[in-house]
């Protein structure tokens, strides 16, 4: 493509007041995998102005597309998913009282969960995930971690008519901003929705953007496998929130295996379980940050995987890259966020996305 | 045909990162097929021929990637910690050493184990790159690294690192020289990231749309002291996949590749492999299903540095596929 006719450069989207409220509605909505209704109408309401064509997939992925104006288009998949860690009803063991059996949604340790409030269903009820006072609790039973099984949703006498089996609980942790940090549950990933919806209402020229709010991500990358096929990008994105392990360890050692660090900018995938990213991709991230002055960090190889895992493996193939908000305390109840880490990532896949061209992909990976 | 493994045991290739080897693949390939091309994730794809009426469209596979270590963390006294990328066993690491694709070399050393009696993980190793501060150390996170082991002819049996899978892109480029009025297309798929699940020939085979698809990769052995219960042996000859944990072969191809080299007088074993799988698994599974099968070469000491197979084996699984394919298939 002609540089010429380039149209002068937009800013990065501002993260401000609005943005942090936005943040804050998608944080409090439950979208447990399978059941993401409440964030999907959100993502709807906010998108529907700015995108040319707008659709719920048969699995519940919306898919929106804002077409670009400039000459010889990449089509740029960005995914971000809808969907939480949580907790699904699965016996009501006690009509009366309320006390409900539940078994966990994705990724969940049991040792989160003992005497957390929890909000179930639709209707967000509220319940708590009861625990044996330590009273009772025998020197044995205190060495033994906590089974799920060993644990019962209680919504009390009066709420049980309002809950069944088979609804889906989260915690019931609010939204908060205390200085630079933001507090919520799930900012894994409505980091990554909050991000593409402000990619959505301010897209590039230079490319056609295929956003994907996708579902079902924490039980297996599912929504966005057939996102990708359905949309058939020449590039795709993960845009999603990963942990910061970045804590002292206990003896004072130096902490090896951090994973990420907060305050240090967004998170440049290389390597997960799933997917090994696309390195012209990794190096045209990394001299965008520093071109454009951003920090970033490379989040170190290892486990783990995002919806960058399916999509890249989409038909004949798809170079692919991933791009997290650090977060610590990921999949608990309250997960913490640098304010400055979801700035610099805003501002990173905007640029990124704004100086994207065919012409990196000429050389063969 | 022995320098041409040399050459490629001798060239790095770890998982997502193959494009040092494929340029050196594709330099030999290149004067013998009709069209070479490369597609989004890095297969490389060269084709031979156009179907007659008696033809058919196939895919072979045997993939260019090997195992290798990712730099996880540099330490403030320029060790470098890691992770695999795919199939490394720890118990092969200490002592061994590296060759990182900046050029940079090191040694993987351990941390004192005394009174561990678990065996020693990964996250208990180091690659020393002789730098003596983190700031001296040309190694950054992300970057990868393989195995560095010298090539060794013992005559009939040859040793390298990444002989899985360079002798099955060996067999198949021999093939692909040897070939001639096939009535078949052929497309010689030289696939990336097998070792971390068949990434590659996922798309590769969405891409070709085959009908029929083999993978030529290798399998292991029964054949050492107190080793794994298996009938497969160096030196009986290749061995047609009836099974392993990723696919069941279609039966219709495994009596083919017997059916050929029987009538050819080809020495072959059946090959069942309890762990393990290939890029057949994702042709098997491409679209509305392909028939496919697996020919291997039996190799000792799979996935460690020093991969054993025998050159007879590996002249045998030549002639035995330039046999299949030169007639028209008949899959029955």
Known sequence: ?365 | MKSLIQKFVETPGPSGYESIIRQVIRAEVEPLADQVTVDALGNLIARKGTPSSNGMKIMLAAHMDEIGLIATHIDENGFVRFTTIGGVRAYNCPGGRVRFLNGTRGVIGIENLEGQSSPPLIDQMFIDVGAGARKDCSVRVGDVAVFERPYLDLGKRLVAKSMDDRIGVAVLIETLRQIDNSPHEIYFVFSVQEEVGVRGATTAAYGIDPQLGLAVDVTGTGDTPKGIKMEVGLGKGPAIKVRDAGMLADPRVVDWMVRTAEASKIPYQMEILERGGTDARAIQLTRLGVPAGCLSIPCRYVHSPSEMVDFDDVENAVRLLVGLLSQPVDLK
């Open chain 1, 1 to 365: 493509m002609s540089s010429q006719t380039s149209p002068q450069e937009k800013q990065a989207p501002r993260v401000g007041a609005a943005q942090l409220k936005l943040l804050e509605r998608l944080t409090n909505a439950c979208a447990v995998s399978g059941d993401e209704g409440e964030v999907r109408q959100i993502v709807l309401d906010e998108i529907r102005p700015h995108v040319d064509e707008v659709k719920v997939d048969h699995l519940g992925n919306v898919l929106a597309s804002k077409a670009g104006s400039t000459q010889d288009r990449l089509r740029v998949m960005l995914a971000a998913h809808m969907d939480e860690i949580g907790f699904m009803l699965t016996q009501n063991e006690d009509k009366e009282g309320g006390i409900f059996r539940f078994g966990v949604v994705g990724g969940v340790s049991p040792s989160h969960l003992a005497g957390q409030p929890v909000l179930i269903g639709k209707g967000h009820v509220p319940g708590v995930i009861g625990a044996k006072p330590v009273h009772l609790t025998t020197n044995d039973e205190l060495r033994t971690p906590l089974s799920v099984d060993s644990l019962r949703i209680d919504v009390g006498p009066g709420n049980s008519s309002k809950v069944k089996v088979g609804d889906r609980a989260t915690f019931a942790t609010r939204f908060s901003r205390t200085g630079a940090s933001l507090r919520a549950k799930a900012l894994d990933d409505r980091l990554g929705v909050a991000t593409l919806i402000e990619l959505v209402k301010n897209a590039p020229a230079n490319i056609d953007l295929l956003a994907a709010f996708t579902v079902q991500e924490e039980v297996g990358l599912r929504g966005a496998k057939v996102a990708a096929y359905a949309l058939e990008p020449d590039v795709a994105i993960a845009l999603d929130s990963t942990p910061a392990n970045d804590l002292p360890t206990w003896d004072g050692s130096e902490n090896t295996r951090y994973n990420t660090r907060l305050g240090e900018g967004p998170a440049i995938y290389v390597a997960d379980a799933a997917t090994l990213s696309d390195p012209r991709l990794i190096r045209f991230l990394v001299e965008t940050a520093l071109a454009a002055g951003i920090p970033y960090q490379i989040r170190q190889p290892g486990g783990g995987g995002t919806d960058a895992g399916a999509m890249h493996k989409q038909r004949a193939g798809i170079p692919t890259v991933s791009i997290s908000v650090p977060g610590r305390y990921l999949h608990t109840p309250l997960s913490i966020t640098r304010l400055s880490d979801w700035k610099n990532t805003v501002a990173l896949v905007y640029t990124a996305l704004s100086q994207l061209t065919s012409d990196l992909f000429k050389v063969d990976r």
